[in-house]
């Protein structure tokens, strides 16, 4: 009669796969990382080095993944405040002529 007196404790814990945990990344790797991808062409090759790359870090490839989602979104977005800028600039001249 060792039995606790609440049913829930008697219940099994599911049984999950062993899920292999990717190691940390420390500090002076982020740090490098950073440095990386700050230099101009350098960056957009290393990203897609570290961000498909099957020995990379799970983490670091992911953060590259996401980086170069971001540079793509900021650039498709320069590139439409360039042809907004210049249509509106040639607007603007078409209407200044006599």
Do not use: D, H, R
Not at 7 to 36: C, F, R
């Amino acid at each position: 009669m060792n039995q606790p007196s609440n049913p829930l404790l008697n219940q099994q814990q599911p049984q999950y796969g062993y899920q292999q945990q990717a190691p940390v990344i420390g500090i002076g790797e982020w740090i490098v990382t950073s440095i990386v991808l700050a230099i101009p062409i350098v960056n957009l090759i290393m990203a897609l080095v570290w961000g498909f790359s099957s020995t990379t870090n799970p983490n670091k490839a992911n953060f590259c993944k996401a980086w170069l989602i971001f540079v793509a979104i900021a650039f498709v977005l320069y590139i439409l405040l360039i042809v907004f800028v210049l249509s509106a600039a040639g607007a603007a001249g078409a209407m200044q002529q006599p």
